[in-house]
Structures are given as C-alpha cells and as structure tokens.
C-alpha cells in the first residue's frame, strides 16, 4: 500500500506540474502533442509490418496488412519528422470531427422532433453551432492549435488532481479498514454472545 501511495504522489504531482507548464505553453503542447501523434503512428506501423512479415506463412491476407503497415511507418515518419504538417493534420482530424458531430446531432434532433420530444431545437441548435465551430477551427488554425493545447494542459492537469484525490480516497479506505480491523479483535467474545 505505500509504494501505491509513493506513486500516486509522485505521479500526481509531476502531471500538475506538466499541466501547468502544458497549460501556459499552449503552442508548444499542442506541437509535442501533434508530434507524438506521428511517433504512435510510426511505432504501430512498425510493430504491424513486423506481425504481417511474420505472418506471411499463414494467413492468407497477411499482404495486404504488410501493406498498410508500409503506409503507416510512411504517414508517422511525415508527421513525427515535420512538426508542422503533424499540427495540421490534428487540426484537421479535429475540425472534421467536431463537424461531424454536429450533423450527427442536427439529424438526431430532427428524429427526436418526429418522436414527440419538446426541446429538440436545443439539440439542433448545438448540432448547428458545432458545425460553424468546426468550420472555425479549420479557417483559423493557429487560435484551434492553441486551444487544442489549453485543453491538453487541462486534461493532464485534472489527471494529475484526480490521483491527489484516490491518495487521500485509498488512506480514508486503509484507515476504516484498520479501525473495523481494531474493533473486531479488541471485543470480547463474551460481549458479543453473552451466555449468562
């Protein structure tokens, strides 16, 4: 239980830090985060053409996913090797994925609206304004990479607050546990079944 507890401090503690650090240096988390977004892409790709080379001898489409590894090692390299493209590309991935939400709830309020349900023009609305703001988030990348990297300094930040808090959670929980333990063998056997 300590060295859980060593770790959850000592972990705690350096995300809060890199949160901060994260959180008032929004340009340059979101670059490292853009560039470790080309390096997983590159070590998958790796660790896939190494299974599909592997698997050539029996599986009948071991090919094709040899193929696509090829391709991921090529995307990760372009993007862990030039900041700037791998930026873009997260912007971009970013964007049309608020985009996408947005019609999704645009749809889903007009099913809703079929359905009887009185405030689907809340969700319409929402759906709307996800779409102008993935549009925004295209036209304006440079205010989005810095958004993006307030919320990464966010994430990490909250990551960090909630380990503080299963530290102290896991130390409520030992206590409790020893006092019920404590109780139980300090009461008499005679207190809890008297026979006289």
């Known amino acids: 239980m300590k060295r859980i507890n060593i770790y959850l401090i000592i972990t705690a503690l350096l995300l809060i830090v890199l949160g ?7 340009g340059a988390s979101f670059a490292s985060a853009a560039w470790l977004m080309g390096l997983v892409i590159l070590v998958s790709g790796v660790s896939s053409l190494i299974f599909g080379l592997r698997a050539q001898a029996f599986l009948p489409n071991a090919g094709s996913t040899t ?6 090692i090529i995307v990760g ?4 090797s030039n900041i ?3 930026e873009v590309a997260l912007i971009v991935v970013f964007s ?3 985009i996408f939400e947005g019609v999704s709830l645009s749809v889903l309020s007009i099913d809703y609206r079929k359905g009887g349900y009185d405030r689907w ?13 993935g549009f925004l988030a295209l036209r304006e990348p440079e205010t989005t990479g810095a958004f993006l990297g307030v919320l990464i300094g966010l994430g ?10 299963a530290f102290f959670g896991l130390r409520r929980i030992n206590k409790r546990l ?4 404590e109780s139980a063998t300090a009461t008499p056997i005679d207190d809890i079944n008297p026979s006289k």
């Open 96 to 98: 049309m994925w608020v």
């Open 178 to 181: 020893r006092d019920l333990k």
């Open 67 to 72: 193929l696509l590894a090829v391709f991921q």
């Open 84 to 86: 700037l493209v791998s």
């Open 156 to 165: 990490i930040l909250a990551n960090g607050i909630i380990r503080i808090v």
């Open 20 to 26: 901060v650090v994260c959180f008032f240096n929004p």
């Open 77 to 80: 390299l372009m993007l862990a």
């Open 121 to 133: 023009w809340l969700m319409l609305i929402l759906g709307v304004c996800s779409i102008v703001l």
